[in-house]
């Protein structure tokens, strides 16, 4: 199967629904509080919470197994103007899966989108960028060198 390669409106709306499903759930609502005032929204899957079955692959490029099973929250909303909003959450959080599908629905409206990217996605997007570079300055300060010494037999 040869796929196609994503457009910039798929990769821009990808990086938008990563950083919602990434980011902590209060930080979201409150940054998007303000922009819920004015709009509807139809419930075309109200948010549910459901299992999927992990994969991985041994050394990332061999077999795959079954790792185990994560609980989602799955959730589908259609703007008044008719955008589908989508959102797959990991764990339990109903309130953050609606408001991702909601401000996805938002975002694929252009006379949203630049306040909504400029206010929502890339505070939360700096937040996580900035989590992350902790972790791993973290980690990177219990890393071991290890060495070996040449001995000069043969």
Same mark, same amino acid.
């Given at each position: 199967?040869?796929?196609?390669?994503?457009?910039?409106?798929? +990769?821009? &709306?990808?990086?938008?629904?990563?950083?919602?499903?990434?980011?902590?759930?209060?930080?979201?609502?409150?940054?998007?509080?303000?922009?819920?005032?004015?709009?509807?929204?139809?419930?075309?899957?109200?948010?549910?919470? %459901? @299992? !999927?079955?992990? *994969? %991985? *692959?041994? =050394? #990332?490029? #061999?077999?795959?197994?079954?790792? =185990?099973?994560?609980?989602?929250?799955?959730?589908?909303?259609?703007?008044?103007? =008719?955008?589908? #909003?989508?959102?797959?959450?990991?764990?339990?959080?109903?309130?953050?899966?609606? *408001?991702?599908?909601? $401000?996805?629905?938002? @975002?694929?409206?252009?006379?949203?989108?630049?306040? $909504?990217?400029?206010?929502?996605?890339?505070? $939360?997007?700096?937040? $996580?960028? !900035?989590?992350?570079?902790? +972790?791993?300055?973290?980690?990177?300060? !219990?890393?071991?060198?290890?060495?070996? @010494?040449? &001995? %000069?037999?043969?």
């Amino acid at each position: 199967m040869i796929s196609k390669p994503m457009s910039d409106t798929q +990769k821009t &709306r990808q990086h938008w629904m990563s950083v919602m499903a990434k980011s902590n759930s209060d930080s979201l609502i409150k940054l998007s509080n303000v922009y819920m005032d004015q709009q509807d929204f139809e419930n075309i899957r109200p948010a549910e919470v %459901g @299992l !999927t079955q992990i *994969r %991985g *692959r041994m =050394g #990332g490029t #061999g077999s795959q197994f079954n790792v =185990g099973d994560m609980t989602i929250t799955r959730c589908v909303v259609q703007s008044a103007k =008719g955008h589908y #909003g989508h959102s797959y959450i990991a764990g339990r959080d109903k309130n953050h899966a609606l *408001r991702a599908a909601q $401000l996805d629905a938002m @975002l694929q409206d252009p006379t949203h989108q630049h306040s $909504l990217m400029e206010n929502i996605i890339q505070p $939360l997007a700096h937040t $996580l960028a !900035t989590q992350q570079a902790q +972790k791993a300055n973290n980690v990177a300060q !219990t890393k071991v060198n290890f060495f070996t @010494l040449v &001995r %000069g037999e043969d």
